[in-house]
């Protein structure tokens, strides 16, 4: 007698330790986005967001994060920082792309933050969720934590829970968004059929 077993789903590996997972948006579509500071960590990243899209299918978009002082309103420093940004891109991504080209296509994309920002120790979550938005990454891989990060579960259990001081609001409700609101007779207006 032989028995057959049916294959399982692949169940997700954990991610080593030096490896921060982020998820930004609730939907099961989106790519993976790898961000790498040029550290010793970036090749854990690599290799965890390379495991994944082989696992699940999903692309890779790799991310370089570059430090700059801003904007220049002179063109010829404007063309020399872009350079700049793009040398800087390019030697961040070199050791890791191969990892991750075997698992399939990459994109890739930077990420400049302020010179105030040590890449090493932290990411700016809103920067770092703007370039999750604009690139459509669902799940992001970092070698750092991010800074003000707060899953999208927390916020949405923090939202349903209905408790205004546990987000911090502390103005008291209105009473006709509430739908609770009398007229100068007395008779309640109640949402829509109030006239």
Avoid: K
Wanted: proline share 9%; glycine share 6%; hydrophobic share 45%.
């Amino acid at each position: 007698m032989t028995t057959i077993q049916a294959p399982q789903p692949a169940a997700p590996s954990p991610a080593p330790p030096e490896v921060h997972v982020h998820h930004f948006f609730l939907r099961a579509d989106g790519s993976v986005m790898a961000m790498f500071t040029g550290s010793r960590a970036d090749q854990a990243v690599a290799a965890h967001a390379a495991d994944l899209s082989a696992r699940t299918g999903r692309p890779v978009t790799a991310a370089a994060i570059v430090r700059t002082t801003g904007f220049s309103i002179n063109a010829l420093l404007h063309h020399a920082r872009a350079r700049r940004i793009q040398a800087e891109t390019d030697a961040i991504l070199a050791p890791v792309l191969p990892v991750i080209a075997r698992a399939g296509p990459v994109r890739t994309t930077t990420l400049v933050v302020p010179a105030r920002i040590n890449p090493y120790q932290a990411l700016p979550t809103d920067q770092v969720q703007r370039l999750a938005y604009r690139t459509g990454t669902d799940m992001v891989l970092s070698p750092v934590p991010l800074t003000g990060y707060t899953s999208p579960i927390t916020r949405r259990l923090r939202r349903s829970t209905g408790a205004p001081q546990q987000l911090g609001i502390h103005a008291m409700a209105d009473p006709w968004l509430l739908g609770d609101a009398e007229n100068a007779d007395g008779t309640g207006i109640h949402g829509a059929d109030a006239h």
